[in-house]
């Protein structure tokens, strides 16, 4: 492939990689990461409320990582109240799981900004023949959309496993039950699968770009350069 074309190829991977740090940043800081509706079952159950009265026992409620807010509703109308996982949730939430999935965040950024970086060096610099090279944008990318995945996993077993969003609905509530009525995940928690993909999607441009994994050695030079090592 011309040079050029290689330079547009890691130009474009670069800017995706970049987009991509910058778009785990953001989903970070947001409270986007679920939404749902939960159900006070107990003021439900004392009306013996059905059909259409059931919805004034419905509140709202969305979290990300750092914090949330829910609306309970128990028949007297909506009341918000606005949380953090630290350090008021910790004694309820699986907090090893919540960390790892914040530490593997830091690293998705690190790693695209790396990447990023690196695509730009073998862009418009003199790329070496190692880390700085093909090699190297392989690394960078692979780490990045592992980090991606294991953070979808973490999170999706820390909310539908270890039922995140009735744990912090019930937080403080001593007389009424809530449950999840409703739960999907938003928008932050599909940046980070749009990030996954972005690498992985950098991966085959660097295999369009016309470098192979592994890099492995022809027989011929290898046998040429044991020929050399022969002769001295």
Not at 116 to 139: D, I, K, Q, R
Not at 170 to 185: I, V
């Amino acid at each position: 492939m011309p040079a050029q074309q290689k330079k547009l190829i890691f130009c474009i991977a670069g800017v995706l990689s970049f987009a991509c740090a910058l778009g785990t940043a953001a989903a970070i800081g947001t409270q986007l990461w679920v939404r749902g509706t939960i159900l006070c079952t107990t003021g439900a159950l004392l009306v013996n409320a059905t059909g259409p009265e059931l919805h004034k026992f419905i509140g709202e409620i969305q979290y990300g990582l750092f914090s949330g807010q829910r609306v309970r509703q128990c028949g007297l109308g909506g009341r918000p109240f606005q949380f953090s996982f630290f350090p008021d949730l910790l004694r309820i939430i699986p907090a090893s799981i919540h960390v790892s999935v914040i530490l593997f965040c830091t690293v998705l950024i690190v790693f695209a900004l790396v990447g990023a970086g690196f695509f730009m060096f073998n862009a418009f610099g003199s790329p070496y023949e190692t880390l700085h090279g093909p090699v190297g944008l392989y690394l960078w990318n692979f780490i990045a959309c592992s980090c991606g995945c294991l953070i979808m996993i973490l999170f999706s077993s820390e909310v539908k496993i270890h039922h995140l969003s009735e744990k912090i609905a019930n937080f403080k509530e001593g007389t009424f039950t809530f449950k999840t009525h409703s739960e999907q995940f938003a928008n932050s928690f599909w940046t980070i699968l749009v990030c996954s993909l972005v690498h992985f999607l950098n991966a085959l441009l660097i295999r369009f770009a016309g470098f192979e994994f592994p890099f492995s050695k022809s027989k011929d030079s290898g046998t040429i350069t044991g020929a050399v090592d022969l002769m001295y």
